[in-house]
């Protein structure tokens, strides 16, 4: 699956996918940083990316659309530190075999999934 990352997730993250097998990249690899939402939405649309965030104005289904993305995934945790952030994304790496992300909006808190088409 291919991944994009956002600004605010670290790049430990980005290792952790591709260890996993995944494509990913971050928003600042590709020189991305401090660029509206908007921006990074249309590239990961034109990438074909999940984009993966703590920004919840991406999980905004008015102003993003989850039928318009290749997925958004959006972290809304109590504690945004590495090891946790890294120990929640270790455990929702099965539901991406599981669950279908494409045209998807996932909300992951710390103790589950919510899924919106």
Do not use: Y
Not at 30 to 43: M, R, T, Y
Request: hydrophobic share 45%.
């Amino acid at each position: 699956m291919k991944f994009k990352l956002d600004e605010n997730l670290p790049a430990r993250l980005t290792r952790m996918l591709a260890g996993a097998g995944h494509d990913a990249i971050s928003v600042a690899a590709q020189e991305l940083g401090g660029q509206p939402d908007a921006k990074v939405a249309e590239v990961c649309r034109r990438e074909g990316r999940v984009l993966l965030t703590l920004d919840a104005g991406f999980a905004d289904i008015r102003a993003h659309p989850p039928q318009e993305h290749p997925g958004i995934i959006v972290f809304r945790l109590r504690r945004q530190d590495t090891v946790h952030l890294l120990s929640t994304a270790q455990r929702i790496l099965p539901l991406l075999s599981e669950h279908p992300v494409a045209r998807t909006l996932w909300v992951v808190d710390d103790h589950r999934v919510r899924f919106r088409s």
